[in-house]
């Protein structure tokens, strides 16, 4: 009798690990967009293509759960200038989406863009911005306790050039000549006498087939993805650099509802992200030069002596941007200083003598 009730008691305590198993084996459905589309923009291309399916993948594979997501693209819940307020607000639980937009909210996030003609490689460019990231904890504290959100991932945009409806080889040919860029890599332009025009990547091309404007400054994956050559078939290689201004942030209401080893995985996949989307700029930017070219574009290279003359006219631009934010009580000069050190310990220089950015210098 001992042992028929000691089986039924393991029966019964088996039976109740089974339902409390079955009880905590939730679906998880989460929200993810961004203003910019997939396809011709690299890193919402790995988003829907790598970070998705693999969290969806792992979840599966290493916990008694599930996640689901609900995929919103090219501002079909938030556009470009909306993205952070919408993880902020848990419209969508997971974004994407460059700091160039949020220049006030986000002033210290936008450091790569105070360095032109920073580095041609987009793993190097991540290295050294993700050695900052860790550096200065004021970047992720300031998204998760003024915006409520976490950052899962750093990325950008593959080395810029500048695209034009009309050839030129001197600074002198860019006089007065309108051209496109995002807002915080409009000073770019000073130095080379040309006209910045406010715009954003969905803008551009209309822009310039209307005659808003007459180039681009723009990263060869989506002068190509979005067929910039056909209003602009001139692009000359500028080498402004690639820079890391794309987060990848999550509300931290919808992070922290998620069991311990479900937000584990989130975390892996976008650190592999990461890596993936730097690689794959470096190879799209090659590619996407070929096909430039087979499609008919005229990729022409800067010549040394207006580079030289190009970065004389913006040479003060890093130490200006830095002091400025400075002023609002944040560690902008000490962050770009750890920035140049890390550029250059990857072997990154300025493009000429003068530009040494003295006030910085590490």
């Known amino acids: 009798m001992l042992t028929r009730t000691l089986r039924n008691a393991l029966a019964i305590t088996a039976g109740m690990l089974t339902t409390l198993s079955v009880a905590y084996a939730d679906n998880f459905t989460l929200r993810i967009g961004s203003g910019h589309p997939s396809g011709p923009t690299v890193y919402v291309t790995e988003m829907e293509k790598f970070f998705v399916p693999e969290v969806t993948k792992r979840v599966k594979a290493r916990t008694s759960h599930t996640v689901n997501f609900v995929e919103a693209w090219g501002g079909t819940v938030a556009k470009v200038n909306e993205t952070l307020s919408a993880v902020e607000s848990g419209l969508l639980d997971i974004g994407g989406y460059c700091v160039c937009f ?22 190097a460019a991540l290295n050294a911005t993700r050695k900052v990231y860790a550096q200065f904890p004021q970047l992720n504290e300031t998204l998760e306790r003024r915006h409520q959100q976490r950052l899962l991932a750093v990325t950008g945009f593959d080395n810029y050039h500048l695209g034009t409806t009309f050839p030129w080889e001197k600074l ?62 001139h692009l000359k290689l500028t080498n402004f650099g690639a820079v890391m201004v794309v ?23 976008a650190r592999e992200y990461e890596d993936r989307v730097a690689a794959a700029l470096d190879a799209g930017n090659k590619n996407a030069l070929d096909r430039l070219a087979s499609a008919g574009t005229k990729i022409t290279s800067i010549t040394d002596q207006a580079r030289r003359e190009w970065a004389e006219g913006i040479k003060d631009w890093p ?40 006030h910085l210098r590490a």
Not at 223 to 231: A, R, T
Not at 336 to 351: F, I, V
């Open 102 to 123: 949020e220049q006030s909210k986000l002033p210290m996030h936008n450091f790569p863009y105070w360095v032109p003609f920073g580095p041609t490689s987009s793993v």
């Open 172 to 233: 002198t040919d860019l006089k007065g000549r309108k051209i496109g860029a995002v807002g915080v890599n409009m000073p770019w332009l000073q130095g080379s006498g040309a006209v910045g025009v406010m715009s954003g990547l969905p803008d551009m091309y209309n822009s310039m087939k209307s005659g808003v404007f007459e180039g681009v400054i723009m990263f060869p994956s989506s002068y190509l993805g979005f067929k910039f050559f056909e209003p602009a078939p």
């Open 247 to 269: 987060t990848v942030t999550m509300n931290n209401r919808s992070f922290n509802r998620l069991p311990p080893e479900v937000r584990n995985i989130i975390v892996e996949v």
């Open 319 to 358: 130490n200006r941007m830095a002091k400025d934010v400075d002023k609002q009580n944040l560690p902008a000069s000490e962050l770009m200083r750890a920035y140049l050190r890390h550029l250059r310990a990857d072997g990154w220089t300025p493009p000429a003598e003068s530009v040494s950015y003295t």
